[in-house]
């Protein structure tokens, strides 16, 4: 049991540091393409005197916070349990991914709430027609950005990391974001500039249920949330699986960032020494932490029948 636990620790310990260095080089990635981005679309806004494609470009800039947040989260989310932590710290990944929903959320009532400027404003000041430059460059985002986000979100799916999810989003919010301003540029140049903040407050809309979703399932693994019904009832199945087990009285689990702690309990033959049911109950812990990945820590109670 003692080799095995060892086995456990060393296995956990190298998909530790293997999610860490996915999200991180995932992360990295988008620093260095949302800067670049971020100054080239400043550049076509001046150039091309669109203030919207200038605008775009702050969004951009954001996106870099964005990842930093992640890269920080994933950081000390990896980092082993200690005195003060023995049960790990992979919650931190969560409070990143709230953070994150929090800009998001931010930044869609931003967006909104200039739409809503714009349009209740009616009528201004004649504006400059934004040159061909800025409508390029708002396409162009669009296309890296949407990229960028299904790049993010190939590997939040694979390591299973909230804080990419988030992240991923944020890509997408700056693309609608770009979609926006490609509206409103077309529409200046159409002389129809009131289609830039309708396409906003869509756009608004869309990045706000991003942040409410993010939000809700984050604080769901902060609190304890238990796992999905499919997920308990396959893990009572491979404890019913094992010799001797008679069944499972109660079966109780729990998200602990992307990991699960069960706690279970199996009814033996009442006649089986100590000895024997420990061997039992050391085998259903075996059976289902080989089974399931994502298990960090399974507690079997033995109930006699």
């Known amino acids: 049991m003692k080799e095995q636990t060892k086995t456990r620790v060393r296995e956990d310990a190298k998909q530790k540091t293997e999610f860490e260095r996915t999200a991180v080089r995932v992360s990295t990635v988008g620093v260095v393409g949302n800067a670049v981005l971020s100054f080239l679309k400043l550049l076509a806004g001046i150039l091309a005197h669109s203030g919207a494609m200038i605008s775009d470009a702050v969004h951009s800039a954001s996106d870099v916070l964005a990842s930093v947040i992640v890269i920080i989260g994933v950081k000390l989310a990896s980092k082993a349990p200690d005195k003060e932590h023995p049960y790990g710290h992979e ?104 289609l830039e903040p309708i396409a906003s407050l869509v756009i608004c809309l869309f990045i706000l249920k991003a942040a409410y979703d993010i939000f809700r399932e984050a604080i769901d693994k902060l609190v304890d949330h238990s796992c999905d019904s499919y997920v308990e009832e396959e893990l009572r199945r491979c404890a019913q699986e094992q010799p001797q087990v008679q069944g499972v009285d109660l079966i109780q689990t729990r998200e602990f960032g992307n990991r699960i702690y069960v706690d279970i309990e199996i009814s033996l033959d009442g006649n089986l020494t100590l000895t024997e049911s420990h061997a039992i109950a050391e085998q259903v812990h075996d059976a289902i932490e080989k089974r399931f990945d994502k298990v960090k820590h399974i507690m079997v109670h033995v109930n006699p029948v």
């Open 91 to 194: 919650r931190f990944e969560c409070v990143a991914a709230i953070v994150l929903a929090v800009v998001l959320l931010v930044t869609g009532i931003l967006i909104g709430k200039s739409a809503l400027d714009q349009i209740t404003a009616g009528p201004g000041e004649a504006m400059n027609v934004p040159g061909l430059l800025a409508l390029i460059a708002a396409a162009v985002s669009i296309v890296c950005k949407e990229a960028m986000y299904w790049y993010t979100r190939h590997y939040a799916l694979k390591i299973d990391s909230q804080a990419l999810k988030a992240n991923a989003w944020h890509h997408r919010s700056d693309a609608l974001s770009s979609v926006g301003a490609l509206v409103g540029i077309a529409g200046a140049r159409l002389g129809l500039p009131i």
